[in-house]
T-cell receptor
Framework: LAKTTQPISMDSYEGQEVNITCSHNNIATNDYITWYQQFPSQGPRFIIQGYKTKVTNEVASLFIPADRKSSTLSLPRVSLSDTAVYYCLVGAATYSSASKIIFGSGTRLSIRP | DTGVSQNPRHKITKRGQNVTFRCDPISEHNRLYWYRQTLGQGPEFLTYFQNEAQLEKSRLLSDRFSAERPKGSFSTLEIQRTEQGDSAMYLC????????????FGQGTRLTVV
């Protein structure tokens, strides 16, 4: 399984754009990149998933360079409610693989007023 | 369907007792995962099912831990002879096999062993 490396913590201010980068040098051809968000005392919540280039949804954007060895989660105009732990995961998303979801330590994002 | 449901939400037990947790996944999801999470750490994978088949168990899952998913619907996680080190949040998640990495998590069961 591809291992991921991401910053332990980040701080930002309300209204700013926050970019969290994740390294996954050993990503496999059929691996997808997935990000989860977790608030205290809650289970993780799926944010976004991508394979290559850029993916955008109502919550975030995910940028993946051509070599796929890293990815960047971009949160536009953060608010206090975006304070959470963000996990970057890589793994195959298809039925045929024995894929399982493995979490690292995550990035603890703190948003200040 | 209101999502993944876990019961109980909190459990306090004495060391040496057995405990059982239940997870009801989203109804059409055929994959079900169990995780354990301690303070400040990411969720640790314990085991997962595809329908009723248990496909993998982590080495973290000692002989005191057992999980079942009869008929491929709800799942139970049992811990026998609990130890203080078992105190943690136990999380359940479910997904479709074809979208295996997009999982939906329950609120968890917080276990405290005293």
């Amino acid at each position: 399984l591809a291992k991921t490396t991401q910053p332990i913590s980040m701080d930002s201010y309300e209204g700013q754009e926050v970019n969290i980068t994740c390294s996954h040098n050993n990503i496999a051809t059929n691996d997808y990149i997935t990000w989860y968000q977790q608030f205290p005392s809650q289970g993780p919540r799926f944010i976004i998933q991508g394979y290559k280039t850029k993916v955008t949804n109502e919550v975030a954007s995910l940028f993946i360079p051509a070599d796929r060895k890293s990815s960047t989660l971009s949160l536009p105009r953060v608010s206090l409610s975006d304070t959470a732990v963000y996990y970057c995961l890589v793994g195959a998303a298809t039925y045929s693989s024995a894929s399982k979801i493995i979490f690292g330590s995550g990035t603890r994002l703190s948003i200040r007023p | 369907d209101t999502g993944v449901s876990q019961n109980p939400r909190h459990k306090i037990t004495k060391r040496g007792q057995n405990v059982t947790f239940r997870c009801d996944p989203i109804s059409e999801h055929n994959r079900l995962y169990w995780y354990r999470q301690t303070l400040g750490q990411g969720p640790e994978f314990l085991t997962y099912f595809q329908n009723e088949a248990q496909l993998e168990k982590s080495r973290l899952l000692s002989d005191r831990f057992s999980a079942e998913r009869p008929k491929g619907s709800f799942s139970t996680l049992e811990i026998q002879r609990t130890e203080q080190g078992d105190s943690a949040m136990y999380l359940c998640a479910s997904s479709l096999a074809r979208e295996a990495t997009e999982a939906f998590f329950g609120q968890g069961t917080r276990l405290t062993v005293v």
